[in-house]
């Protein structure tokens, strides 16, 4: 039974890391965001959030977030949240799930940590932005 499931795998779909002014805090912030890449939109996009690691050899753990959009339009990307400084230091974790063309598609992303940082920006280009991807 398992042999007839099939699982498509993702291609073209990221979460990126990508610095931008935040007005709240007066400063440049990092923010994760779906990046479409495909020619097609992306239907019912929903991403789980965490992050885990260690600081000050204490094991420490955040929550779970959960975002939902309706769509994620072709060659763009859609905010999903806030990465707070703090979290940088921790492996963070996005399970990203998505339907594309009537089929289901899930994949996790992760951002090691410490790898959320200016030196590992790539250039995206079909937004024009810089960033991180995770992989």
Do not use: C
Request: hydrophobic share 40%.
């Amino acid at each position: 039974m398992k042999k007839d499931i099939i699982i498509p795998e993702v291609e073209n779909v990221y979460i990126v890391a990508i610095k931008e002014w935040n007005e709240d805090f007066g400063e440049n912030s990092w923010y994760a965001y779906i990046l479409n890449n495909n020619s097609e939109k992306l239907e019912m996009a929903m991403v789980v959030s965490n992050a885990e690691g260690v600081i000050n050899n204490e094991e420490r753990k955040t929550g779970s977030f959960r975002h939902a959009f309706a769509e994620v339009l072709p060659e763009s990307a859609i905010k999903v949240e806030l990465l707070e400084n703090n979290v940088l230091q921790l492996n963070n974790h996005f399970m990203l799930t998505y339907f594309l063309n009537g089929k289901l598609y899930d994949k996790k992303f992760t951002f090691e940590a410490h790898s959320i940082k200016d030196e590992n920006t790539i250039k995206l280009e079909k937004i024009n932005q810089v960033g991180v991807i995770g992989k």
